[in-house]
């Protein structure tokens, strides 16, 4: 079967291979899953390299097509040895770019991703927790079943993400954006939102319970079967937004702007 025929999430067939010594420059292993994989003194593309699962793959005197992918490998490696480690070799005011890695099902608590940007990533089912990031972007990464938890947002983009039942709780985002994110089916629970842009953001039977929103634009987004609980609005816009056969139950608002929005079916109560 060609490995492009395979959806990256079943692109496990290569977990714990021991593929050492060869020379795999040929081979398609784009987006695979390579944990606890053996690829010492084998010849690949630093690019192909760059998209795998790398938990606990083994790289020594691995053979790179060009030396320039050999610091952006060693980064995926030393996040997957987790947060101590990151966090203690972790250059302060350096930023960091990651296109297209994998991390999906990683477990970081009090990691230090400030300044970090990961763009396009896999990102499925990561459980980030108890740390205060400040200019972070994830956009248009897979963040599918992602969880956050105890963790306050600054200056972070989400845009063009794709976060189906996702769960955020006891989280707080200031100045920052859903632009065009997929939030289908996911939970908010006990968030404080400040200054957030979900303009044309798919928000489908997405839950808000004990949120608030202050200074929030929903302009344009989909939220048709959306449930907001006991949750406080405050200058806060839905033009345009759709809002069929949604609820808002024991919600607070002041300075709502619901003109032009699709209210057909809303409940309010």
Request: net charge negative.
């Amino acid at each position: 079967m060609e490995i492009e025929k395979v959806d990256p999430v079943d692109r496990i067939m290569f977990k714990g291979v021991d593929f050492s010594g060869l020379d795999l420059r040929s081979v398609h292993l784009y987006q695979c899953d390579l944990t606890e994989a053996n690829l010492s003194k084998c010849k690949i593309l630093g690019a192909v390299l760059s998209t795998c699962r790398l938990e606990k793959t083994i790289l020594t005197d691995i053979k790179l097509d060009d030396v320039k992918w050999t610091d952006a490998i060693h980064e995926i490696q030393c996040l997957w040895k987790g947060t101590n480690e990151w966090n203690r070799s972790r250059i302060a005011d350096v930023p960091i770019v990651m296109v297209g890695v994998s991390f999906s099902e990683a477990v970081f608590k009090g990691i230090n991703i400030d300044d970090f940007t990961f763009s396009s990533c896999n990102l499925r089912e990561i459980e980030i927790s108890d740390t205060n990031p400040e200019y972070t972007s994830w956009n248009a990464s897979d963040l599918t079943r992602a969880k956050f938890k105890g963790i306050r947002f600054f200056n972070s983009t989400f845009n063009k993400i794709t976060m189906n039942n996702g769960q955020w709780m006891d989280v707080s985002m200031e100045n920052g954006s859903f632009e065009s994110g997929i939030l289908e089916e996911s939970s908010f629970t006990s968030v404080d939102f400040n200054n957030i842009l979900f303009d044309d953001a798919l928000c489908k039977s997405t839950n808000f319970e004990n949120c608030n929103f202050k200074y929030c634009n929903f302009f344009g987004s989909d939220l048709s079967k959306a449930k907001f609980k006991n949750c406080n609005f405050e200058n806060t816009i839905f033009t345009t937004a759709k809002l069929n056969n949604a609820s808002m139950i024991s919600c607070k608002m002041i300075a709502v702007d619901l003109s032009v929005a699709d209210t057909e079916g809303l409940i309010i109560k």
